[in-house]
């Protein structure tokens, strides 16, 4: 009988399951995207298009009332992919890290 290593759980961050729309720029363009999760330091996305992994990424969501316990709230995070992969449907699964986020007014353009 082989034994497997378990990997240790690497995330320090309570993570929230939710599908939620998200803007991402990459090389100038605009893509919409979704959420497969969030956390206050990473998020996970699906997208059509592939992204390398250490290239940096900046997008933009909304974090619904049910979150933030008040109103929406639109978020303009930047960061760093750390993983990419492909799903069964033909997108790409985005895992990527949040070095600096800003919260938007309702006024305010997206970057």
């Known amino acids: 009988?082989?034994?497997?290593?378990?990997?240790?759980?690497?995330?320090?961050?309570r993570r929230f399951t939710m599908q939620l729309p998200?803007?991402?720029?990459?090389?100038?363009?605009d893509t919409i995207a979704t959420t497969r999760d969030v956390s206050a330091k990473g998020v996970f996305i699906y997208t059509d298009r592939d992204f390398a992994n250490d290239s940096p990424i900046e997008f933009t969501l909304t974090l619904?009332?049910?979150i933030t316990m008040t109103q929406?709230?639109?978020?303009?995070c930047t960061g760093k992919v750390v993983r990419v992969?492909?799903?069964?449907?033909?997108?790409?699964?985005v895992a990527a890290l949040i070095?600096?986020?800003?919260f938007l007014d309702s006024s305010e353009p997206s970057s």
């Open 72 to 76: 929406s709230i639109r978020v303009n």
């Open 85 to 93: 992969e492909r799903d069964p449907r033909g997108k790409y699964g």
């Open 22 to 29: 998200v803007q991402v720029k990459l090389a100038g363009l």
């Open 99 to 102: 070095d600096h986020y800003r």
């Open 1 to 13: 009988m082989g034994s497997q290593a378990v990997q240790p759980e690497q995330r320090s961050m």
């Open 64 to 66: 619904p009332p049910e």
